[in-house]
C-alpha cells in the first residue's frame, strides 16, 4: 500500500538554527498536507500544496512539492522555542480526502 | 479545534474489556476519521466515514468497530481491548469544499492493562 515516510524522526537544534525536514512518498501524490502538533497537543492543519514545484511560505516556514509530486520538505528558518512540536506530512491521494500521514517529526528547540 | 470533541479524555482499562470512545463536531462536515497515534508511527488510520450510511476500513481496522449515528457523531470501539491497543487516539473531520484539510479532537489516551 501507499507508504509516506519522514526524515528525520528526532532533530535537537539550537534557537536560532534552521530545521528542515523531508517527506517521501511511495506513490504520485494529488497533493501534500502539513500538520503541527505541539506537545500534548493534537495535530493543526498548518498548509497544502498542489502544483508540481510548488513553494509557498509562511513567514519563517517554507514548503516545497517536488516536481513529481512524490516529495516535500518544510524548511524551518531561524527556529524558535515555540516551533517546538511533531512535524507531520500528509500525502492526498485524490477526490476521497483520505490522507496517508508521515511518521513526522520532532523538533526540540534549545532556548 | 474546539468544533471537534472527544470522550473520554483518558481511559484506563483491562484487558477484555469492551470500550467506546466517541466523537463529536459542530463543524457540520460530513466526513469523520479515526486514528491512533503511536511513537515512531505517525497517525494510522483506523475507520472513516464519508456520511451517515457510509463505513470504510483504514490500514489498521482489525480489532476495531466504528458506528456513524449521526452526521456528528463517530463512535469507535474496542470489542475486547488488549494491552497493545494502549494508544492515542485522535477523530478528525474534514469537508470536501474545503480540500481535504482535516480537523482534530483532542484525543483520547487509552491505557489497556
Known amino acids: 500500500g501507499q507508504q509516506v515516510m519522514q526524515i528525520p524522526q528526532y532533530q535537537h537544534v539550537q534557537e536560532g538554527e534552521d530545521f528542515t525536514t523531508y517527506c517521501n512518498s511511495s506513490?504520485?501524490?494529488?497533493?501534500i498536507q502539513w500538520y503541527k502538533q505541539r506537545p500534548g497537543g493534537h495535530p493543526v492543519f498548518l498548509i497544502q500544496?498542489?502544483?508540481?514545484?510548488e513553494v509557498k511560505k509562511q513567514k519563517r516556514l517554507t514548503f516545497q512539492f517536488g516536481e513529481a509530486k512524490k516529495n516535500s520538505s518544510l524548511h524551518i528558518t531561524a527556529t524558535q522555542t515555540t516551533d517546538v512540536g511533531t512535524y507531520f506530512c500528509?500525502?492526498?491521494?485524490?477526490?476521497?480526502?483520505?490522507?496517508?500521514f508521515g511518521t513526522g517529526t520532532l523538533l526540540a528547540v534549545q532556548p | 479545534d474546539a468544533d471537534v470533541t472527544q470522550t473520554p479524555r483518558n481511559r484506563i482499562t483491562k484487558t477484555g474489556k469492551r470500550i467506546m470512545l466517541e466523537c463529536s463536531q459542530t463543524?457540520?462536515?460530513?466526513?469523520m476519521y479515526w486514528y491512533r497515534q503511536d511513537p515512531g508511527l505517525g497517525l494510522r488510520l483506523i475507520y472513516y466515514?464519508?456520511?451517515?450510511?457510509?463505513?470504510n476500513k483504514g490500514e489498521i481496522s482489525d480489532g476495531y468497530s466504528v458506528s456513524r449515528q449521526a452526521q456528528a457523531k463517530f463512535s469507535l470501539s474496542l470489542e475486547s481491548a488488549i494491552p497493545n491497543q494502549t494508544a492515542l487516539y485522535f477523530c478528525?473531520?474534514?469537508?470536501?469544499?474545503?480540500?481535504?484539510?482535516?480537523?482534530f479532537g483532542p484525543g483520547t489516551r487509552l491505557t489497556v492493562l
Open positions: 478528525a473531520t474534514s469537508d470536501i469544499r474545503l480540500a481535504g484539510t482535516q480537523y
Open positions: 506513490t504520485t501524490l494529488s497533493n
Open positions: 500544496l498542489v502544483k508540481s514545484g
Open positions: 500528509a500525502g492526498g491521494g485524490g477526490a476521497t480526502n483520505k490522507l496517508i
Open positions: 463543524k457540520g462536515h460530513d466526513r
Open positions: 466515514s464519508f456520511d451517515v450510511k457510509d463505513i
